[in-house]
């Protein structure tokens, strides 16, 4: 711990000196290696052969938003299909000043990128299914303790092992209720592969401002994907960085009520005493067993996903203004989707997709809209049923509306014809 | 070239013949071309034997569904994968066989090209190791899919330095097999 420490130190205070020309020979190695190293990955990547548009994996977009983003320390343990974020990291992370650690497991990649960020580094890991599910008592750890962080996991088919190498959406509740009690969850999940380097940078952003863990879900498809790439522009992403205390150190409380439900962050070696424990905590981070004190920690957990609806839910809304029929998919399944629709409009049939890029906290009022909407809502997915119950769950405002399931667990993705065949028996 | 729809490629084999580097070739020399492009893969658990493929979709639109499902171009170097995903293979598609491996055609396509690419490679080049690029390069002088400065291009940004060379001769060899190719 005090290793990171030290070297997110030796990091602030480059960049302070940085422009003063007298610290030049002290830092003259550093320096010419920043020179060299473009400050982000994307205007590396835009420099380097002077290309606009360049082909990208989607584990290779998640590597290089969570550098974009700003993360200096991960640990993991490299499991298919994220290796490539791993590997990656492994090389990129040292270049800029960050950490990288392969742990024994992904218990121990959890806890360490938990207490990396209690030191101020912003910490991301990645796995899939097998290490998320060893993953869940750190990310309960992280979610009581108020820490940020980001779990990438690229989901593959089946309990257990599975098939490390075929696509399935299995994870998606393991996603929201994997953690015991009661947690709630921001999880994010991307159909592209630009979307990949979007939703990496916003779930670190998530992370950092709410003060919590934020699950990263990929598709197998999409994490080996290859797809041509528009790179954006660097002046157009934002970056957000926790909130830091202004207090005196005495006065500093680690879980602040005052502020909105985001409460400022300290972290250790900055001088502000605070515990921190998985025990159920009062204000300053000790265990409490007071019901009041109880009540308020799970309240403040709950309000501040719940009174930030609006800033946490994003939806790709696709073609919906006079559609019909609805298709309500996720990650990969909503590009067949958006195939079958185009087969589809093309035979006159108006059919429109509603896409979640957020599914935890679940978009209940857009899904509501639809349901008003529409006469028939068709639900793919690459599970045995877990999004389609959230539906069915909203559909109490509406009981018209007709939910169709259309589940494949086999290792293959749901082909647009599959979909559009649904579109048909559904007229 | 202008693609009015999708030009969906399929490269199939078994894992360690180099069909998903091939893949990512093309896929980086559409790129280069200016052309949007999805390339996915499907392979098994070990790294050689096997099956393996590697599917490239070419198109001036955007791509949705991102695995190839129809084929406009299918290569095939092994009997198993030949006749796995021949039936997928459009009407008007073309068919490239290494007769190396493939020894039984199940169905007569219109655009077939036999050659046995791997006997040409070992001969030609002393090694079956760019078997991929010689069977790839062939693919795209037959189809004109993309130009060849960019396969060019593309090739020496995605093989190692020390391994360009070779690379390039099984390029040649590609090019000059597809020249003279009489079907």
Known sequence: MSKTESKTKKTTKKAAVKPSAKAEVKAKAKAEETKTQPESKIAELQQDRERKTVIMQGNEAVSYGALDAGVDFFAGYPITPSTEIAEILAEELPKRGGVYIQMEDEIASICAITGASLTGAKALTATSGPGFSLMQEGIGFAKI????????????????????????????????????????????????????????????????????????????????????????????????????????????????????????????????????????????????????????????????????????VQIESYMMDDADIAIFAAGIVARSAKAAIAMARYEGIKVGLLRPLTIWPFPDVAVRKMLLDVDTVIVPELNQGQMINEIRRLTKDKSESDVIALQKVNGELISPAEILQKIKEAI | MKFPKNYEVRLSGSGGQGLILAGIILARAAVLDGHNVTQTQSYGPESRGGYSRADVIISDQDIYFPEAINFNCLLALTQEACDKYLFDLRDSGVLIIDTTYVKNLALAAENTYELPFTDITVNELGNPITTNIVSLSFLVKVTGIVSDEALETSIRESVRPAFVEINMKAMKLGFKLAKEYKI
């Open chain 1, 145 to 312: 303790t108020e820490t940020p962080c980001v779990v990438v996991n690229v989901q593959r088919l089946g309990p257990s092992t599975g098939m490390p190498t075929s696509p399935a959406q299995g994870d998606i509740m393991q996603s929201r209720w994997g953690s015991h009690g009661d947690s709630p969850a921001i999880v994010l999940y991307p159909d592209s592969v630009k979307e990949c380097y979007e939703l990496t940078i916003r779930a670190v952003n998530l992370s950092e401002k709410y003060r919590t863990c934020v699950v990263l879900l990929l598709d197998e498809v999409l994490g080996h994907m290859r797809e041509s790439v528009t790179l954006p522009d660097m002046g157009n992403v934002r970056i957000i960085k926790r909130i830091k205390p202004t207090v005196p150190p005495h006065w500093y409380k680690h879980y602040d009520e005052n502020q909105k439900y985001l409460s400022p962050l300290a972290s250790y070696g900055e001088g502000y005493r605070f515990h921190v424990t998985g025990l159920t905590h009062d204000q300053h981070g000790f265990p409490t067993n007071k019901n009041n004190e109880a009540g308020d920690m799970m309240a403040r957990l709950r309000k501040k996903i719940s009174y930030n609806i609006r800033d946490l």
